[in-house]
Antibody
Framework: QVQLVESGGGLVKPGGSLRLSCAAS????????MNWIRQAPGKGLEWVSY????????YYADSLKGRFTISRDNAKNSLYLQMNSLRAEDTAVYYC?????????WGQGTLVTVSS | EIVMTQSPATLSVSPGERATLSCRAS??????LAWYQQKPGQAPRLLIY???TRATGIPARFSGSGSGTEFTLTISSLQSEDSAVYYC???????????FGQGTRLEIK
């Protein structure tokens, strides 16, 4: 069965960095586009970033202003999100999601808290 | 960016009755519209894609309709486990951003 497991979240100070990982299993990872979506506490869903199946095409939400970088390693069936210059407003649960037309499978999420 | 607006913000319905949730797009998204269900502490679950196609394993009491800018999610014969927040999402825009509605909280009386 399809599984997506995020890791790497935690408490980080403003201006700090964090790298999230998403381990995929149960499907041919290299065949699928992948995305990161986040949800601030008590708020709605916000799309963060997209990466093509080969990793050559990437898109980001304008609100990130170049601070985040999405990547993938198809040999390791893994998706990553490098987050730099973190701000309090980046506090959220970060989900990785497989894209097949839309987001058909989601991980359980990893919480990122940006606070001094 | 396409803005998705859901209504109502909160809906309270009795078990066995029907719930109707609405989603409006600020410009046409054709039929590239999905609905998700999210329960507390859980990830969103895909219910409907292509505006009206149920995802794998989704009960037939969930149905979607609409195209263009107006969409509806109908849950017939409500059950207690349907209590959740429901989000619509458009995926018509390319390249992204993909956008979500703000959610409708469905309460079962």
């Amino acid at each position: 069965q399809v599984q997506l497991v995020e890791s790497g979240g935690g408490l980080v100070k403003p201006g700090g960095s964090l790298r999230l990982s998403c381990a995929a299993s149960g499907f041919t990872f290299s065949d699928y586009y992948m995305n990161w979506i986040r949800q601030a506490p008590g708020k709605g869903l916000e799309w963060v970033s997209y990466i093509s199946s080969s990793g050559t095409t990437r898109y980001y939400a304008d609100s990130l202003k170049g601070r985040f970088t999405i990547s993938r390693d198809n040999a390791k069936n893994s998706l990553y999100l490098q987050m730099n210059s973190l701000r309090a407003e980046d506090t959220a649960v970060y989900y990785c999601a497989r894209e097949k037309d839309t987001f058909d499978y989601w991980g359980q999420g990893t919480l990122v808290t940006v606070s001094s | 960016e396409i803005v998705m607006t859901q209504s109502p913000a909160t809906l309270s319905v009795s078990p066995g009755e029907r719930a109707t949730l609405s989603c409006r797009a600020s410009q046409s998204v054709s039929s590239n519209l999905a609905w998700y269900q999210q329960k507390p502490g859980q990830a969103p679950r895909l219910l409907i894609y292509g505006a009206s196609t149920r995802a794998t394993g989704i009960p037939a009491r969930f149905s979607g309709s609409g195209s263009g800018t107006e969409f509806t999610l109908t849950i017939s014969s409500l059950q207690s486990e349907d209590s959740a927040v429901y989000y619509c999402q458009q995926y018509n825009t390319w390249p992204p951003p993909i956008t979500f509605g703000q959610g409708t909280r469905l309460e079962i009386k």
